[in-house]
């Protein structure tokens, strides 16, 4: 199975701030998706990224709060842009092996905290 | 579009109980069933997973799942709980075909007493 490392693990920001979180997959994965975890819920699918082209977002996420990149297939990117404390969650960055068959491998995640 | 429900929200056993935790899906369609666990201070990890053939799968550490597809339901099952298990556990679709997204089901936080 695949390793998906995150950085940052955790990180406290102001108000009105940007955050870029990097995933690193230790192999090519097909598929790549962002989710965020809020305390006490389930996982919510943020986007789909797609490599070299835009991500493919979910209802209520939009481009401009959450920019991402995925320039090859090890490597994503999620920006959250100017951050609220609503914005306070866990993000997690998973990833599916070749032959999509909807099996996902995670990253320990990065907890936000919007002070 | 698909969503997962899980009907119970905080479980606590005793360790030898026996253990089943309630998923139904809303999808028309042929999906692919996943149910995630995830343990205290590590990340979400397969704990099994259903695409065709039998209904009742298998998966790491005794736990099995039943797909019962005329009641939209993929239930999980361990005859005999331990303290170990005590985790989150996350039941999951994706539509086969339709898309590739994994949808998740709120989740059920398991404590096993020792």
């Known amino acids: 199975s695949a390793v998906i490392s995150q950085k940052p693990s955790r990180d406290i920001c102001q108000r009105g701030t940007s955050l870029t979180i990097q995933c690193q997959v230790d192999s090519q994965v097909t598929m790549m998706f962002w989710y965020r975890q809020q305390p006490g819920q389930s996982l919510t699918l943020i986007a789909t990224?797609?490599?070299?082209?835009?991500?493919?977002?979910e209802s209520g996420f939009v481009i401009d709060k959450f920019p991402i990149s995925r320039p090859n297939l090890t490597f994503s990117t999620l920006t959250v842009s100017n951050m609220s404390p609503e914005d306070s969650s866990i993000y997690l960055c998973s990833g599916g092996a070749g032959g999509w068959n909807g099996e996902l491998f995670f990253g320990e995640g990065s907890r936000l905290t919007v002070l | 579009a698909q969503s997962v429900s899980q009907h119970n929200h905080h479980v606590i056993l005793s360790e030898a109980a026996s253990l089943e935790l309630g998923c139904n899906y809303s999808y028309g369609g042929t999906v692919n069933l996943f149910w995630y666990v995830q343990y205290p201070g590590q990340h979400l990890q397969l704990l099994l997973k259903y695409f065709s053939g039998d209904p009742l799968v298998k998966g790491i550490k005794g736990f099995e799942a039943e797909f019962i597809k005329s009641k939209f339901s993929f239930n999980l099952r361990k005859p005999s709980v331990q303290w170990s298990d005590t985790a989150e556990y996350f039941c999951a679709v994706n539509a086969q075909g339709r898309d590739d997204k994994i949808i998740f089901g709120k989740g059920t936080r398991l404590h096993i007493l020792p």
């Open positions: 990224a797609n490599q070299g082209s835009e991500a493919t977002y």
